[in-house]
C-alpha cells in the first residue's frame, strides 16, 4: 500500500521541494501509524481485542470519508484549469498551485 501512496502523491505534487516535503511527511505519518497501531492491542483485552478492532474500523472507515473528500477536492481544481501556452512549462520547477495546467489524477 505505501508505494501507492508514494507514487499517487508524485503524481499530484509539482515541483522538487514540494514533492520531498510530501514524500518525507507520507514517511513520518507510516511510521507514527506503525509506532500507534501494536499499542491499541493491549494483553487484557486478549482474546478478542474488541477495543482495537472498533479503533481499527473506525480509522478505516475514516479513510474512505477522507477518500471521498479528497476525490471532490481534486475534480474542483481540475475545473478550475487556465490554458497559459508557456513552453516547457513542464521543465520549470512551478508548484501544482502556480502551474495553473496542472492536473491532479483521480
Not at 502523491?9 to 507514527?32: D, E, P, V
Not at 479528497?70 to 513552453?87: C, D, F, H, W
Request: with cysteine; proline share 4%.
Amino acid at each position: 500500500m505505501l508505494p501507492i501512496i508514494y507514487s499517487w502523491g508524485a503524481a499530484n505534487t509539482a515541483g522538487y521541494t514540494k514533492r520531498a516535503m510530501r514524500n518525507a511527511l507520507t514517511l513520518m505519518a507510516f511510521c507514527i501509524g506503525n509506532i500507534i497501531g501494536p499499542q491499541m492491542f493491549k494483553s487484557n483485552d486478549a482474546p478478542k481485542y474488541d477495543p482495537a478492532k472498533i479503533a481499527l474500523i473506525v480509522t478505516m472507515s475514516l479513510v474512505v470519508v477522507f477518500a471521498v473528500g479528497l476525490r471532490q477536492l481534486v475534480l474542483r481544481e481540475n475545473a478550475k484549469i487556465v490554458s497559459e501556452n508557456i513552453e516547457n512549462i513542464e521543465f520549470l520547477d512551478m508548484t501544482d498551485i502556480d502551474n495553473r495546467e496542472f492536473r491532479h489524477s483521480q
